[in-house]
């Protein structure tokens, strides 16, 4: 474990008591001689301050450039998205606590969970289209030169974004599902356990609420990942184990993860995948990014330098996910000189 505080993010089906488990988890934390803090996404809250100094210096000053009236902090609460932002910058305000070593979020349901790690990354792709050379010499009509541009406004939240992104997709990260033994969540269950690991976060465990066990096909489904039968009174880990976790193996889908292999013809590109709706993945390229989607989820990840001037040929299963073959693109690739001894 790394020296920045334990990140677990609590999600489950709608009505499975995710909200109650997040209690139940912050209080066997501080059993075990943790210090937790408890970030609830779902609360009603107005952007921080970090958030809202950013929207005013970009897309604030843009609309005052437009001839738009003074928007006021409390406002900006009303755009699409400031919410899940709002409820990361207190997770980076929390793990940089060093009073802190265990931060404990309440995702509340899986889509809102999703969207939660999915929001830095597709932010700063976002970004990336918007930074170009004539944003960043643009000001407002009577600014002096020595103003910040909207540009390097833009720029700071895209350094906080990938701050974010860092903080959600590292080692210490867990994610942990709360459900109920319903066919329904069961299924639910199933897709968030590939699609966190498709947005690079490690699923350790499920917690099944209303049931004195685990529903057997979920179990059989769940592989190594812990499954237990949380019981009326919230039991946040299984018997034995530490509720800081990980509670079992976790291998979430990341650049480091993949493996390029030399071939005589070109390469192939191990991409490991996991969790039970793996078996539907898709894979894709987009410019010089492999795009991986399953469980309704796509994962944008940089190609190895030398594959950007390959071309992908064919797909495969394999044992670990899936296997992409590529053969060298003979409008890049350059024949060796025979001239050169």
């Known amino acids: 474990m790394s020296n920045r505080s334990r990140l677990l993010l609590l999600s489950g089906p709608g009505g499975s008591g995710a909200a109650t488990f997040a209690a139940a988890t912050a209080r066997a934390l501080v059993d075990e001689g943790h210090a937790p803090h408890v970030i609830d996404v779902g ?72 969207e939660l790690i999915a ?63 319903d066919d329904t969540a069961v299924a639910a269950t199933l897709d968030a356990l590939t699609a966190m690991s498709m947005l690079g976060v490690a699923v350790d465990g499920v917690a099944v609420t209303g049931a004195a066990e685990p529903p057997r096909a979920l179990v059989e489904a769940m592989g190594e990942i812990a499954c237990w039968a949380s019981g009326d009174l919230v039991l946040p880990a299984p018997q034995g184990r530490p509720v800081a976790g990980p509670l079992s193996p976790v291998a979430p889908l990341t650049a480091e993860a993949m493996v390029l292999t030399s071939l005589e013809t070109g390469f192939t590109l191990d991409v490991p995948l996991s969790g039970p709706r793996r078996a539907g993945a898709r894979v894709g390229r987009r410019g010089d990014d492999l795009v991986v989607a399953a469980a309704g989820v796509s994962r944008v990840l940089p190609l190895p330098p030398v594959l950007r001037r390959c071309n992908a040929v064919e797909a495969m299963r394999s044992e670990r996910g899936l296997c992409v073959r590529f053969t060298p693109d003979a409008a890049l690739w350059r024949e060796p000189d025979a001239s050169v001894a």
Do not use: N, Q
């Open 119 to 181: 929001a830095p990354s597709r932010l700063v792709r976002l970004l990336d289209a918007a930074l170009t050379p004539r944003l960043a010499m643009w000001r407002m009509p009577g600014e002096v030169e020595s103003a910040p541009t909207v540009f390097e406004g833009l720029s700071a939240l895209r350094s906080d974004l990938l701050r974010m992104d860092r903080a959600l997709v590292h080692g210490d990260t867990i994610a942990r599902l709360v459900t109920t033994p």
């Open 43 to 114: 609360a009603v809250r107005v952007p921080g301050d970090a958030l809202a100094a950013v929207l005013r210096s970009s897309v604030g000053r843009i609309m005052a450039g437009m001839g738009s009236d003074p928007v006021a902090d409390e406002d900006w609460a009303a755009l699409p998205g400031v919410a899940p932002l709002s409820a990361l910058y207190d997770v980076l305000t929390a793990l940089a606590d060093p009073g802190v070593d265990v931060v404990v979020v309440d995702c509340g349901g899986i889509d809102r969970a999703r």
